[in-house]
């Protein structure tokens, strides 16, 4: 029997004659302007209103200028109904320039990632089903933007300050750093030259594209050309629709595939291996850093490496979500910068991406500082930096790249991997087979470290034949990191080829961390959904009917009550159980409704 969420099962089960009337309103996504029914007793189904779909991708679109008087100052936002508050604006502006020091002449790509204010709009309604079945290292974040720049600078005679200075900056609650950074690298140099029509334009394509599905791929027009991604999924959602669907040009889905100028390979990875190419014997040392949630400091001259070298570092860890804050580029200006600066307690785990030599010596307190010098994609490859150095040591932002550290890592350093990719610059092996290489290395390494953590989660998981339609759903027992630990003695990490080392320091040490906070809460939430679908396959498998005979009036409408409650809570967190063994448990329902006195059956039915 097919499966089905329960929430559809409810809307149409639901004898809406029950409730008193009321006048629906509708709300657009990112503003407060409401929009009732011009009949309040019309039956309301979801429509898709001016850009809804638009907000399923991006949250806006800001062109940043500069201003004699002002400095950064935001010249324009569109759509024209999204606000932002102030201090949005504010983080918005000063990121979407490099700073001064850096000399970026010519074009500059970088992305930035930003709070967002509290007391916000929800979650976008259409993010609630993507972040059910993408990948936790994926989902849209609530409380942050991503910021997608494309700075111009050129010389301009005819401007008082002899430049010509703008960004444009798409906002999103996507982490599609790979598909953001592509569109708007088109979308840019077009509003440079042709101003806002071409702007409007754009953001009227993206309003046509097809909602973001897990598992789906999907053909993304963007002013001419076509964009074709995969959404990724999770390992056990399969992919639900194995043709392309395209946007048309009425809004609606189509099924029949646009030809793809451009196929975008990922939608988020970042170039891992150029951007860790100097000093590519310590990767190791900086995957432990992130695995654990050590705060690091990434210093270089651009933005546009501090930004990549951030999200390679938050990637090193896939599929494991990174759950500390990290900000690919950050300033002095940042709301922020008090907070993650101040010598007076220890520096938080997150970690930043700077530019500014001012950060040389305010984050010298710092216990892991990255100096990156210039990524070259590999044209002519720097030597491997392997001497480790002293964090102290780092007295500007011009010290010579390298990893500044007292840390020691827990894992011995994996030699086979370093002299493969070393072999790869000698024979010149493309940038795209390196990274290949380096990402599968440490795929390998996070689920070696991971999957004994997934078996012992599993473990605490009540048996299936313990669970009593009469009694409450079942928890997940409690982790116990001592028990866990003894089971890594017969099949842990250290068994594999992948590492050797001091594996069980190394998860003592994740324990304290905000990843594995992060995690266990996530397999709590996977694992209680789990347990609350089975006690609802074992309650509509159970005969209510025998269950009530001698039972009190006060017992059965008890019992009627946890049911609707089970139902709802059901349909709250889209738990998916048989329509069979559903249906079953209504007529169970209303079987016990239609044999109580007929006062109470009015008062259920109220």
């Known amino acids: 029997m097919k499966d089905f969420n329960i929430s559809q099962f409810l809307r149409t089960k639901t004898n809406l004659t029950q409730f008193p009337k009321v006048k629906v309103v509708r709300k657009m996504e990112e503003d407060n302007i409401e929009r009732a029914p011009a009949d309040e007793n019309m039956a309301i189904s979801p429509t898709i209103l001016p850009w809804d779909k638009f907000s399923n991708w991006l949250h806006c679109a800001c062109v940043v200028t500069f201003d004699l008087e002002l400095g950064q100052a935001m010249e324009l936002i569109y759509p024209g109904h999204i606000k932002l508050t102030e201090k949005e604006k504010m983080n918005i502006c000063y990121l979407s320039f490099p700073d001064s020091n850096s000399g970026c002449m ?86 440079f030259d042709n101003g806002e029509p071409s702007l409007e334009a754009a953001c009227h394509d993206i309003d046509q594209w097809p909602t973001p599905i897990p598992g789906d791929t999907l053909n993304l027009p963007m002013m001419g050309s076509v964009l074709q991604v995969k959404i990724p999924c999770r390992p056990t959602v399969s992919d639900k629709i194995s043709s392309v669907r395209s946007a048309s040009k009425n809004g609606s889905q189509s099924l029949h595939t646009i030809p793809a100028h451009t196929i975008l390979p990922s939608l988020f990875e970042v170039d891992i291996y150029s951007s860790f190419q100097s000093i590519l014997p310590h990767i190791q040392l900086l995957w432990e850093l992130v695995l654990i949630g050590e705060p690091i400091a990434v210093m270089a001259a651009s933005p546009t490496v501090t930004s990549n070298t951030v999200q390679a570092l938050v990637n090193l860890i896939a599929p ?96 086979t991997i370093l002299k493969r990719l070393l072999k790869g610059v000698q024979i010149k092996r493309p940038v795209e087979a390196q990274n290949a290489i380096l990402r599968r290395h440490f795929l390998e390494l996070t689920q070696s470290f991971m999957i004994p953590l997934e078996r012992y989660i599993a473990s605490l998981m009540p048996l299936q034949r313990n669970i009593s339609p009469h009694k409450g759903p079942p ?92 139902l709802a809570f059901a349909a709250a967190h889209q738990i998916v159980v048989g329509k069979e063994s559903l249906l079953k448990l209504q007529n169970h329902m209303d079987g016990i409704v239609s044999a109580l006195p007929e006062d109470l059956q009015s008062v259920l039915k109220t």
């Not at 530019?355 to 590999?378: S, Y």
């Not at 409690?478 to 190394?506: N, R, Y």
């Open 106 to 191: 010519g074009n500059t790509q970088f992305h930035f990632r930003i709070r967002q204010c509290p007391g916000r709009k929800p979650i976008v309604r259409s993010h609630h089903q993507y972040n059910r079945d993408c990948p936790v290292s994926l989902q849209s974040e609530n409380a942050y933007y991503y910021g997608f720049v494309y700075f111009r600078q050129t010389k301009d005679r005819t401007i008082r300050r002899g430049y010509f200075q703008k960004s444009l900056v798409l906002v999103s609650k996507l982490p599609f750093v790979a598909l953001f950074n592509q569109v708007v690298s088109i979308i840019a140099p077009e509003y």
């Open 320 to 415: 494991l979500k990174y759950c500390s804050d990290f900000r690919p580029y950050f300033t002095i200006h940042d709301s922020e910068f008090k907070e993650y600066t101040t010598k007076v307690q220890a520096p938080p785990p997150i970690i930043l991406g700077v530019t500014n030599p001012f950060f040389a010596k305010t984050l010298q307190h710092w216990p892991h500082i990255i100096r990156i010098g210039e990524m070259n994609g590999g044209a002519s490859s720097p030597k491997p930096l392997n001497k480790l150095k002293k964090a102290s040591s780092l007295k500007t932002l011009d010290s010579k790249p390298g990893v500044y550290t007292r840390y020691k890592s827990y894992l011995a350093k994996d030699k």
């Open 475 to 566: 928890r997940l027992r409690p982790f116990d990191p001592d028990e866990f630990l003894k089971t890594i003695e017969h099949s842990g990490p250290q068994l594999t080829p992948v590492a050797k080392g001091d594996w069980e320091g190394l998860y003592r040490r994740f324990f304290r961390s905000p990843n594995f906070e992060g995690w266990y809460h996530e397999k709590q939430r996977e694992a209680n959904q789990k347990l609350q679908a089975l006690h609802m396959e074992a309650l509509c498998g159970a005969n209510l009917q025998d269950w009530i005979v001698g039972k009190e009036e006060v017992e059965i409408v008890d019992l009627i009550l946890r049911i609707r409650e089970k």
